[in-house]
């Protein structure tokens, strides 16, 4: 579709737009960048005041850590043929090896391969090239960055990081999962029923989220710390105590986020038109058939988008996981506030920022996958207020 | 593929194997510790680990969790990781087991300044001491003429001439964003008492006002955001050589020469925290970390929870961890660090007031002392303020009538 | 619908929502009406203290919670009707200050301290937050299709970053010597100290907010900006109406709705701002009402906390939400009612 003529702006409106835009973007990406650019260097250079210092990591130079021009060709050349394979070959990989009905597994299977891949690419492949070249080529194979990976391998090795990360694997799947199951159900429920009951049902959703949750949240602690104490008079001595349990949390964070699911949800379904269902009623199904059979095979866009609503949540959340999960179920983010109060060392403070990066790394991931559905979702009506 | 995995296994084994190698005995009974998670529980309860069977939580809200855990009946916790203040809820409560017995046991190898006694039974195993103490670059005090401060009038001239001199971007450094226990520590050195009879408070008084005006003072020389400053950015500003003097915390001082941070090593030195007056004691308040035994488990379970903990204080634990704290455990040979604490110690500092009616009176200074610092109320005001906070939160918990 | 189906709808979610967020609020109010105490008794002990050369012992009068056979703590409660909110709102030392005229002092006590910043920052960010996530919208969408993508990839990114490490990125860049302050300095040629005064943190923490929000207001407008009824607009056009005038008669009615979502959203969460004061370590100069609420909640070191004070507390920031949210409430009211056709 091209825009009619009348309707495009002028150059100078054109150049004061795109140049707010690119000022936007640098407002956006910078601090995000800059912390990347941080956790590559030691703390000397992390934490320097002078932003050269931090850029090119004189210190970390010193320590021998660094890239030369040649390791920087290499790295660049290796990132531009993985970006190429994952926007092109990928996807027709996928689509080419896995049959049709399962093609969301192919996809989960490519995404896995192609990450290991690039991982033992980067961190396995390419250095040992560059040991072997860098002394042959002289001052090229000087180091001109300075560039170190200390503080990754000692989040992600030293201090198994990977176990914080598979804990907030399992809390947010848990959480989109039943969010979506329960909150579909509701908001659909919600959309098709134009009582008064209805409507403060929403509004009393409203108000459960304005809650301070640090209320909420403090309140919790103490029932599930005691609730094997509590409950033991109903289920024995099978009572568990919920505190430290990642299903509990997952539970408290769904009910958190219940009340956005069910606005966002409701409005979603209130732009599917009724006759769609009403006809199917019409055909003798039930309000659960019809839902099943004419509203499920359309709702997904939305869907979508409320899903990672609830998938920011239970992956950013930091109040009620740190307060409610014990050392063993720790999720990542409030793992990493272990490296930086004020009992720790500025060594500890660039492992955070390492750390930080990791945590965010899976969710430039999410959102490159599913932008498009996010903007769609939004489009197709899920926020119609 | 599958070579890989076998060789992880391996070394999981290995690992494992060199684990258990630390520990005389090998622990049966599935204990649980909950501890702060500072440098020093770090060592403490890795060398607890090397037993078996033991699981460690360290955490940023051990306050929160740990007496609500200790609460539970069984307790969630065996082993619990407290400091002089955090005890008080805790023996208050009755939730923490007596040791007499325990140590006859298995505790011959503890010294007597270790224990912590309350109505003569023994509570808690102390494993370290911290205090605040002075901190001073050496170096720049003998270039600029200056003796090592012992007041704060001589901590004022000195920052004095070191600002004239103009060698580091501000004299005086204080991890300040914990203002209440410098104003405790301050006004204590002024001889200061908290409390009259009753549990009535009793700040509001010349001491009071000096104490807030000597803080005034010292922060002309400190850097401007010393109300968001914790140690970690002290420790910093030491370490990139930014700033000359502080009364700093004793656990801090290994940090200051550590090659891989700090661009000052070997030139930080420690002496006895400055006192407010000539002849007066140190402004400087000392604090023990240690050890209690839940009190809601079973007798096996505390002695099995007992023998780790020993395990865990023991000499190999203190020799390899010499720098990272004033440890009070068998072995210990004094480095640098512990000459501060222990100068600051003879010049009279005495252990903080910790107590319920300290904890509110804490609180009631830190959400007011800000607004004499930044210049919003004069003393009287703040101290009356302090004074009112404290009965508002008094009468509510059942301390005052 | 029939209600037993409707029920069997909103069920599950019901279920959920009673038992982790109402009845926990139940609990509130009731507390906030009630006092909880230990019985106490005052008793003289002796304490050793260990130390690092020697012991210390002291004797000293404690008070302390008295234990029943169980070894449980002795408590009572009693009804003490407003007395926690009176607390909360310093309410005899406001009439007193009122009586002697000065009003300013007012401010200078924590709730109306917090309340103060709390509305200030909810009012200043809102129309910001909308201004700017609009002309980020207008702009993507004015842009050529090949940028759109990356752009809205890169827009995204403060929005979905985890909040504690977002907070942290910008305190990193101003902290002490940190980069954005260096340049600042370097910039205006004076001394700078972001984190030294209430006013530049409180700057910091909008910024902040804002930052953070932006992405979503934009993603939501630019969605709504796919569906701008074309027709509309080129009449508009036929009808000699300029650039800003089609923005304000066409446009912007035509994302009213969604407006009126945004503000929603935006006045509960910047309402309940929280997050930006422990980010920012902010509370020796400003605090919210979130952060009071949380402050009289966390018990101190020696074990303490303000129960019914914070129960009191965060009833008035529930008040205050409420009373915010009227406006916006009562047109999806009509909207609700119309949807019933």
């Known amino acids: ?385 | 593929m599958r070579a890989t995995y076998f060789l992880l296994a391996a070394a999981i084994c290995f690992m494992a194997a060199v684990a258990q190698a630390g520990c005389t005995y090998e622990n049966t009974v599935s204990l649980k510790t909950s501890t702060a998670a500072f440098q020093a529980w770090k060592a403490v309860t890795g060398a607890m680990a090397e037993c078996g069977n033991v699981e460690s939580e360290l955490s940023q809200e051990v306050h929160v969790k740990q007496a609500a855990g200790f609460a539970t009946n069984p307790s969630l916790y065996h082993i619990g990781g407290v400091m002089t203040s955090s005890i008080v809820p805790l023996v208050n409560k009755g939730l923490v087991r007596p040791l007499d017995d325990l140590i006859a046991k298995y505790g011959q190898q503890l010294k007597p300044n270790q224990l912590m006694k309350f109505e003569g039974r023994t509570l808690a195993i102390a494993m370290m001491v911290n205090a605040q103490h002075l901190m001073y670059r050496e170096d720049i005090l003998n270039e600029l003429g200056i003796a090592v401060p012992t007041t704060y009038t001589e901590v004022l001239t000195a920052a004095e001439k070191i600002k004239k001199a103009g060698v580091v971007d501000y004299p005086l450094g204080g991890s300040w964003k914990t203002t209440w226990l410098e104003f405790v520590n301050m006004y204590l050195g002024y001889g200061g008492g908290f409390f009259k009879e009753g549990n009535l408070p009793a700040v509001n008084n010349a001491k009071g006002v000096a104490a807030l005006e000597m803080m005034r003072k010292l922060t002309a020389y400190m850097d401007p955001e010393y109300l968001v400053a914790d140690s970690t950015y002290v420790q910093q500003q030491f370490q990139q050589g930014k700033i000359a003097m502080a009364n700093f915390w004793a656990s801090r001082a290994g940090a200051m020469d550590d090659p891989k941070e700090s661009q000052v090593v070997g030139k930080v030195k420690m002496a006895a925290a400055p006192a407010p007056e000539k002849g007066g004691i140190p402004a400087s308040t000392l604090w023990w970390d240690g050890i209690v035994i839940a009190k809601n488990i079973s007798e096996a379970e505390a002695e099995a929870a007992f023998r780790v903990a020993m395990e865990g204080l023991d000499k190999e634990m203190v020799q390899a961890n010499r720098d990272l704290a004033v440890w009070l455990i068998e072995g210990y040979e004094p480095g640098p660090a512990a000459k501060g604490a222990a100068e600051t110690a003879a010049a009279g500092a005495r252990p903080y007031p910790a107590s319920t009616k300290m904890g509110l009176m804490q609180t009631a200074i830190a959400n007011n002392i800000a607004d004499f610092l930044t210049g919003r109320q004069p003393a009287k005001e703040t101290l009356a303020n302090i004074e009112a906070s404290y009965l508002t939160a008094a009468k509510e918990s059942g301390i005052v009538k | ?341």
């Open chain 3, 1 to 341: 619908m029939k209600l037993k189906t409707f029920a069997a709808f909103v069920g599950p979610s019901l279920f959920l929502m009673c038992l982790f967020i109402a009845a926990p609020l139940v609990n509130v109010i009731w507390q906030s009406f009630h006092i909880t105490q230990p019985i106490m008794e005052t008793v003289a002990v002796e304490t050793v203290t260990p130390g690092f050369l020697t012991s210390t012992v002291t004797v000293e009068k404690v008070t302390r919670p008295v234990l029943d056979e169980k070894g449980q703590v002795k408590t009572e409660t009693r009804f003490v009707g407003l007395q926690s909110y009176r607390n909360v709102m310093a309410s005899e030392k406001v009439a007193a200050l009122l009586e002697g005229g000065a009003w300013g002092e007012i401010l200078k006590i924590d709730f109306y301290k917090a309340l103060r910043f709390t509305l200030t920052f909810t009012l200043i960010t809102w129309p910001l937050v909308i201004a700017f996530g609009l002309a980020v919208a207008l702009a993507v969408n004015a842009a050529v299709k090949a940028i759109r993508g990356p752009v809205i990839f890169v827009s995204l990114l403060p929005f979905i970053i985890t909040p504690v490490i977002g907070a942290l990125s910008i305190r990193w860049l101003f902290v002490g010597d940190g980069i954005m302050t260096a340049f600042l300095e370097w910039w205006l040629e004076r001394d700078i100290a972001m984190f030294a005064q209430g006013w530049t943190i409180e700057v910091l923490m909008l910024f902040y907010r804002i930052w953070h929000v932006v992405p979503f207001v934009f993603v939501v407008f630019y969605a709504g900006l796919q569906t701008v009824n074309m027709d509309t607009l080129e009449s508009a056009i036929i009808d000699g109406a300029s650039r800003w005038e089609r923005l304000r008669y066409v446009v912007v009615p035509h994302l009213m709705p969604l407006i009126v979502f945004i503000s929603l959203i935006h006045l509960m969460d910047s309402y309940r701002v929280f997050d930006e004061i422990v980010g920012f370590t902010s509370q020796g100069h400003v605090i919210s009402l979130q952060w009071l609420t949380y402050d009289f909640l966390t018990p101190d070191d020696s074990g303490n906390r303000a129960i019914s004070r914070a129960a009191a507390s965060s009833m008035l920031t529930m008040i205050g939400i409420v009373i915010l949210l009227i406006a916006p409430m009562r047109r999806t009211w009509a909207q609700h009612k119309g949807g019933q056709l």
């Open chain 1, 1 to 385: 579709m091209s825009t009619p003529k009348a309707l495009r702006p002028s150059p100078a409106l054109r150049l004061a737009s795109n140049g707010f835009l690119a000022f936007w973007c640098l407002l956006a990406a910078f601090p995000l960048c800059w912390i990347a650019v941080m956790s590559f260097k030691v703390p000397v250079d992390a934490f320097a005041s002078n932003p050269f210092s931090v850029l090119f990591g004189p210190e970390t130079r010193a320590a021998g850590k660094g890239l030369s021009i040649c390791d920087l060709l290499l790295g660049l050349g290796a990132l531009w043929a993985a970006f190429r394979l994952a926007t092109q070959r990928l996807p027709s990989a996928v689509v080419w090896y896995s049959p049709p009905r399962y093609r969301w597994l192919g996809w989960i299977i490519g995404v896995l391969v192609f990450g290991l891949a690039v991982v033992v690419v980067f961190y396995g492949i390419l250095p040992a090239l560059s040991r072997v070249i860098n002394p042959w080529l002289g001052p090229l194979g000087k180091p001109l960055i300075g560039l170190t990976l200390e503080h990754y391998r000692a989040v992600w090795v030293e201090n198994a990081f990977y176990r914080n990360f598979l804990n907030s694997l399992l809390v947010t799947t848990g959480v989109v999962t039943i969010s979506l199951t329960v909150g579909t159900l509701a908001g659909y429920g919600l959309a098709r029923s134009g009582s008064t009951l209805a409507f403060w049902l929403l509004v009393v959703a409203l108000i459960f989220r304005a809650l301070p949750h640090s209320v909420l949240v403090t309140g919790y602690l103490p029932v599930f710390i005691k609730s094997a104490e509590i409950l033991r008079p109903i289920f024995g001595d099978a009572a568990p105590t919920l505190y430290g349990k990642p299903w509990a949390v997952i539970f408290v964070l769904v009910s958190i986020n219940q009340p956005f699911t069910l606005w966002m949800l409701r409005s979603f379904f209130q732009n599917i038109p009724r006759e769609l269902d009403e006809a199917a009623r019409v055909d003798g199904c039930t309000h659960f058939q019809a839902f099943r059979r004419v509203i499920m095979p359309v709702m997904w866009p939305g869907v979508i988008t409320a899903g990672l609503f609830s998938f920011l949540v239970g992956y950013n959340d930091y109040l009620t996981t740190s307060l409610l999960l014990d050392a063993q179920n720790m999720t990542m983010v409030p793992a990493i506030t272990s490296y930086f109060n004020a009992e720790t060392t500025m060594t500890d403070q660039v492992e955070a920022v390492a750390a930080a990066v990791s945590i965010t790394a899976p969710l430039f991931l999410l959102v490159m996958v599913f932008q498009r559905q996010i903007v769609g979702g939004l489009t197709a009506g899920a926020v119609k207020g």
